[in-house]
């Protein structure tokens, strides 16, 4: 089965700087990879998601990046703000899968200092 | 548009005790129905997923049980609660091949 890989577990940024978090899985067939942000208490929300046949997508301040060959994808917040601290998980699946489970990382904690 | 929800909100409840926590979806039909469960602090352990009314698939062995009555009503349920049962409970929804979206989830503690 798919195995998701996700690094740091805990990130600490200034305001105004720009954070990565990077992902690697297991399974080549995997091509939807969805990024859900958790804030304190609450459910997570989608907040981009990318499917294999693009390298790169792009939503204000945050993108994602895929390397299909290296099988490993990337979160990248710019010019982050306090509201961005929260706990961001990744996730990839095979779509045409039966039950389409996703599979996630285990989580970074992004904490954005004032 | 659809929405899902979950009750209780928050329930606390005594070891041994049974469990019952209920999903609901509005706005779709047969959508792809999941349970999982954040422990404090931690990750997403997917617990159950539904493809239709009956069918239920677990993914990991425990004191739990679900089942889907309905197309859209998706239950967590144990006989007996255990200390490690307490957590955070999120049932999700899919429909194709498309996004998966959170339900509101539920605060369990047991005590």
């Known amino acids: 089965g798919e195995n998701v890989e996700q690094h740091p577990s805990t990130l600490s940024v200034q305001e105004g700087d720009s954070a990565v978090i990077k992902c690697t899985y297991s399974?080549?067939?995997?091509?939807?990879f969805p990024w859900y942000k958790q804030e304190l208490g609450k459910r997570p929300q989608l907040i981009i998601d990318?499917?294999?046949?693009?390298g790169e997508k792009k939503d204000q301040r945050i993108a994602v990046t895929l390397n299909k060959t290296a099988k490993h994808f990337s979160l990248h917040i710019t010019e982050t703000q306090p509201e961005d601290s929260a706990v961001y998980f990744c996730?990839?699946?095979?779509?045409?899968?039966?039950?389409?489970?996703?599979?996630f990382g285990g989580g970074t904690r992004l904490m954005v200092k004032p | 548009s659809q929405t899902i929800h979950q009750w209780p909100a928050t329930l606390v409840q005594p070891v041994g005790s049974p469990l019952s926590l209920e999903c609901t979806v509005e706005?779709?039909?047969?959508?792809?129905l999941y349970w999982y469960r954040q422990a404090a602090g931690r990750g997403l352990q997917l617990l159950f997923y539904s493809v239709g009314i009956g069918q239920i698939s677990s993914e990991v062995p425990q004191n739990l049980s679900a089942s889907r009555p309905q197309d859209r009503q998706f239950i967590l349920s144990s006989k007996k609660l255990l200390l490690s049962d307490s957590g955070f409970y999120l049932c999700?929804?899919?429909?194709?091949?498309?996004?998966?979206?959170f339900g509101p989830g539920t605060r369990l503690t047991v005590l």
């Open positions: 996730a990839a699946t095979t779509l045409e899968e039966a039950g389409n489970m996703l599979t």
């Open positions: 706005g779709t039909s047969n959508p792809n």
């Open positions: 999700a929804w899919r429909i194709g091949y498309n996004e998966q979206f």
């Open positions: 399974d080549s067939a995997s091509n939807y």
């Open positions: 990318i499917r294999s046949n693009v």
